[in-house]
């Protein structure tokens, strides 16, 4: 049974810091797991991709990504930024009720 490791990354951006998203963690099996339970602790948003983690994982903690993920990456910011905003509007209608 060839079974992979769970893989995890995570990305950080700050404009006013940073002219890319940065990889500000990175890891396989329990470290992957420690990786989503404090993204889940923390509410920040999980998005299931193999393929780009697979491509993070190559990167150097602290490092920006590289060009050739700049669209990708991109989409999933503007996916999460998305959600954000769905998640607020929904608690600011529930406010006012």
């Keep these: 049974m060839n079974q992979k490791r769970k893989q995890a990354a995570a990305l950080s951006y700050k404009k006013e810091q940073e002219s890319a ?6 890891g396989k099996g329990v470290v992957a797991d420690n990786i989503i ?10 998005i299931e991709d193999a393929s780009l983690v697979e491509l993070l994982s190559e990167i150097n903690i602290n490092e920006t990504i590289p060009p050739t993920l700049y669209e990708v990456v991109a989409e999933v910011f503007a996916f999460i930024y998305q959600i954000d905003d769905k998640v607020k509007r929904k608690k600011t209608l529930n406010d006012d009720f």
């Excluded at 998203?21 to 990175?26: E, G, H, L, Q, R």
């Excluded at 339970?37 to 999980?46: D, F, L, R």
């Design 21 to 26: 998203p940065i990889v500000s963690a990175k």
């Design 37 to 46: 339970k404090k993204a889940k602790e923390n509410n920040v948003p999980i």
